[in-house]
């Protein structure tokens, strides 16, 4: 059971950075996609904007949730207690 453990805390280490790593990026994308349709303007700029909200917008958030739970429940296999006021990083337990 332990040696399971141990496996599925690396793989959720895993896809925990690989996951906000992409959320991120794909913020970023957004963020730039906003950008230009603000220098764009026009119908053109409302099209982008109604694009990136109503298809990336709402699966970046799906993603970003599930991403967050599977870190916090990485975390609680860890028995991390990062969530706390503390200069230390203590162990649950």
Not at 25 to 40: D, P, R, S
Not at 42 to 47: F, L, P
Not at 64 to 79: A, E, R
């Amino acid at each position: 059971m332990k040696k399971f453990l141990q496996g599925l805390i690396k793989f959720l280490d895993v896809v925990y950075g690989w996951g906000i790593l992409i959320c991120l990026f794909v913020g970023g994308l957004m963020f730039f996609g906003f950008v230009a349709a603000f220098i764009v303007g026009g119908e053109t700029a409302t099209e982008i904007c109604t694009f990136i909200h109503k298809t990336i917008f709402k699966w970046l958030i799906y993603g970003g949730n599930i991403i967050v739970l599977l870190g916090l429940l990485n975390m609680y296999l860890k028995k991390q207690k990062s969530l706390t006021i503390s200069d230390t990083n203590h162990e649950a337990g």
